[in-house]
């Protein structure tokens, strides 16, 4: 079957691949941000699940470097996460119309989704096992990552998703196991967060303990619930029908 034809936004000159589907214009609209090494096909359909439990608008993109957009314009820094928060999330938003939405990040893209919400009018943040700061098991699973690209088998699998799985691999791997992210740590930033806030974590998470979940809970101004389902880093994928109850009980739940 013939790949079908992604649909592409521009910004600043560099396409962005992108999902849009319509819902209620009475209620806010969902913004998807995918994981490290995710893109639009990789939520394997999960938000337009949660847009039609849900009747939200609802827009997934892939960042730059990732699915089918074009990649991006410089090498990334320490700082990739808060610039794809305070640069790319609200021109989308623009972009799309997208009013104050509500943020549903993965991984990193958890952690975009919370930067954002720290400096944006947003009605709600969904996350799912998100980061906060570096911790030293993480980076053993994310050099395993490293090895299972290298050696062919995570990188053949990549290229099914990803015009560029070299770039979208590299990007987020090389960054994450840089000396100069070893201090890396965004728990400052989260009292900026207003807007109420759902957290899930798994309990055998490779990539992160419930410490990241458990900061926002600590740090945030606005209310947070915290959900722990008995799975590892995508808890979409694994429990989708215990991650979609709860996802859209809380969105229920929103002015």
């Known amino acids: 079957m013939p790949a079908t034809t992604p649909t592409l936004l521009e910004l600043d000159g560099l396409r962005i691949e992108y999902d849009d589907i319509p819902g209620d214009p009475e209620r806010a609209p969902l913004l998807f941000l995918h994981e ?25 993109y892939s960042r730059l470097g990732h699915g089918r957009s074009d990649r991006p314009a410089a090498p990334r820094t320490p700082a990739f996460m808060a610039d794809e928060a305070a640069t790319v999330v609200p021109a989308l938003c623009a972009q799309l119309e997208l009013d104050a939405p509500v943020l549903v990040g993965h991984s990193d893209g958890g952690t975009i989704a919370l930067l954002a919400a720290a400096g944006l009018p947003v009605t709600g943040v969904v996350v799912l096992a998100p980061h906060v700061l570096v911790e030293e098991f993480a980076l053993t699973a994310i050099r395993a990552a490293r090895e299972a690209f290298e050696s062919g088998e995570l990188r053949t699998r990549m290229a099914r998703h990803h015009d560029d799985p070299d770039a979208a691999f590299r990007g987020w791997n090389g960054m994450w196991l840089d000396p100069a992210f070893r ?5 400052d930033r989260l009292g900026g967060i207003t807007a109420p806030v759902l957290g899930i974590q798994g309990d055998d998470d490779p990539y992160g ?5 458990r900061s926002v809970a ?20 694994e429990l989708p029908d215990d991650t979609a109850t709860a996802i859209t009980g809380f969105l229920a739940e929103l002015p």
């Open 36 to 60: 490290g090494l995710g893109s639009v096909g990789l939520w394997r359909a999960f938000h337009r699940r949660i847009a039609q439990e849900s009747g939200r608008r609802t827009v997934a």
């Open 183 to 187: 201090d890396w740590d965004v728990r």
């Open 209 to 213: 303990s419930s410490v990241h979940v």
């Open 218 to 237: 600590e740090r945030a101004a606005g209310p947070v619930r915290l959900v722990e389902l008995g799975c590892g880093h995508s808890p979409h994928l």
